[in-house]
């Protein structure tokens, strides 16, 4: 079983910044991509960015140039760098990720999706 656990949300004012933790852990052989989403309050959830599990990033148009997503493979972590943060970024944060849960090299992958429980992240002065 793998669990992915979020971190590091909270109160911040407009014009703050915020770094999310994700990590994953459990039984797995590799973890793939792994991504974050949000959803605002009575809004559906949307992507706010990807990175492989060699590093390469991609990002929704409208989260380009505030917040930068990396990893650590070591300890299986993704983070969120979030900048210059604005009320309307305000919403759970949700990190996902594809985990190869085979029990052996031997055997052929099986991806699972997974999602963290979110956490919350609010921006009010």
């Known amino acids: 079983q793998v669990q992915l656990v979020e971190s590091g949300g909270g109160l911040v004012q407009p014009g703050g910044s915020l770094r999310l933790s994700c990590v994953a852990s459990?039984?797995?052989?590799?973890?793939?991509?792994m991504g974050w989403y949000r959803q605002a309050p009575g809004k559906e959830r949307e992507l706010v960015g990807t990175i492989s599990s060699t590093g390469t990033t991609d990002y929704a148009d409208s989260m380009k140039g505030r917040f930068t997503i990396s990893r650590d493979n070591a300890k299986n972590t993704v983070y969120l760098q979030m900048n210059g943060l604005k009320p309307e970024d305000t919403a759970v944060y949700y990190c996902?990720?594809?985990?190869?849960?085979?029990?052996?090299?031997?055997?052929?992958?099986?991806?699972?999706?997974?999602w963290g429980q979110g956490i919350l992240v609010t921006v009010s002065s």
């Open positions: 996902n990720c594809n985990a190869d849960v085979r029990s052996a090299w031997y055997y052929s992958p099986r991806y699972l999706t997974l």
């Open positions: 459990g039984s797995f052989f590799s973890i793939d991509a």
